[in-house]
């Protein structure tokens, strides 16, 4: 199949770029480069042996974006590009909501027109909110609680609304855990700009010098340990679940959802401890006051995918940090010089 990739020069998306590659797709990827480098795109292209053709555009340009659907004929789509940050979504709700749903809009205005009607949609764990028991199953009531989280939800909402409406749409939403690591190749990976926000990316950076040390953001949680405890995914088998999800919706009409998760909890203690084995040496942290809105604990019931899809995680949480390790070591800066 030919599939558009929006937001494909991202973290995520770069990595599903080269796993579509390599399972015999074409892609073209769209990409405004707010929060990416097109250089991700060069290294898929050198890992693949053949490239994505690159679109730089903004999702909110509905021309265009209709001028990519007029030049290629797309198969499918899978749609990453949205911003993700909740702090920053919790400060700036107007760009969140205009980017994320207007973009995402025009993405489903252009493909209705041109007559693609599979999608692939990058939700987020976060859409399970505050209130629901642990494990999440995907039929439990959503409910996100910040502006970031309310867009993936609204999203849902968006895609499911049009799945009712119109049977001819295949539309798979899935709701991913805590994504981290790199391609085992080290040259492709997560090249956060400004101060990391996430777990991993702040552990590598102080593990390559750019930081002091790991804050830990409370250490007196109702935990083993005290410290929070999450669902972290290998980005390859994040990656890998795309493309199963492709295949199972492209042959079936209507909304799926699944949860991409590993279903199970590792603490924030714990994931520093296994990048420390990684690097080979102990790294500075400080356990200090809680993150406002963090919950203790959350992981994935992750049964229905391996059930519909046969896909499960694969790879374990030392080699997320093995893989993650390599990635900042052999690119200090990212994609950047310096
Ligand atoms: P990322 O920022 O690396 O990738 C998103 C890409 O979208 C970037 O390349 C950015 O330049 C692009 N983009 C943003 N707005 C755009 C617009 N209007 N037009 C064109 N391009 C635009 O993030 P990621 O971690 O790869 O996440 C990919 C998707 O997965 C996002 O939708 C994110 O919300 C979702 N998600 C991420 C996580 C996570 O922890 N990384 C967890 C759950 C869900
Ligand atoms: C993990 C744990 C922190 C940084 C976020 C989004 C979620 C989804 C995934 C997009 C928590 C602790 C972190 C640090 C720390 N993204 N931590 N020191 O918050 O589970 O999920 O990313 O959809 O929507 O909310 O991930 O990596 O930020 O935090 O102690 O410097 O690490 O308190 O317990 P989170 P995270």
Known sequence: MRILVTGGTGYIGSHTVLSLLESGHEVVVVDNLVNSSEESLRRVGELAGRTAAFHELDLVDESALESVFDQHSID????????????????????????????????????????VRSIVFSSSATVYGEHNPIPYVEKMEIGANNPYGRTKEQIEDILT?????????????????????????????EDPQGIPN???PFIAQVAVGRR??????????????????????????????????????????GVHRWNLGSGKGTSVLEMLHAFEQAVGRPLPYEITGRRSGDLPAFWADASSALADLSWSTTKSVEQMCEDHWRWQKNNPFGYRQS
């Open 76 to 115: 499918a789509v899978i749609h990453f590009a949205g911003l993700k940050a909740v702090g920053e979504s919790v400060q700036e709700p107007l760009s969140y909501y205009y980017n994320n749903i207007v973009g995402t809009l025009n993405l489903l205005r252009a493909m209705d027109k041109h007559g």
């Open 198 to 200: 996430n777990l991993v």
């Open 212 to 253: 002091e040390k790991l804050m830990v953001f409370g250490g007196d949680y109702d935990t083993p340990d005290g410290t929070c405890l999450r669902d972290y995914i290998h980005v390859v088998d994040l990656a890998q679940g795309h493309v199963a999800a492709l295949d199972y919706v492209s042959a079936r009409p």
């Open 161 to 189: 609304d049009l799945g009712a409406a119109d049977e001819r749409w295949h539309i798979a939403l899935l709701r991913y855990f805590n994504p981290v690591g790199a391609h085992p190749s080290g040259k492709i990976g």
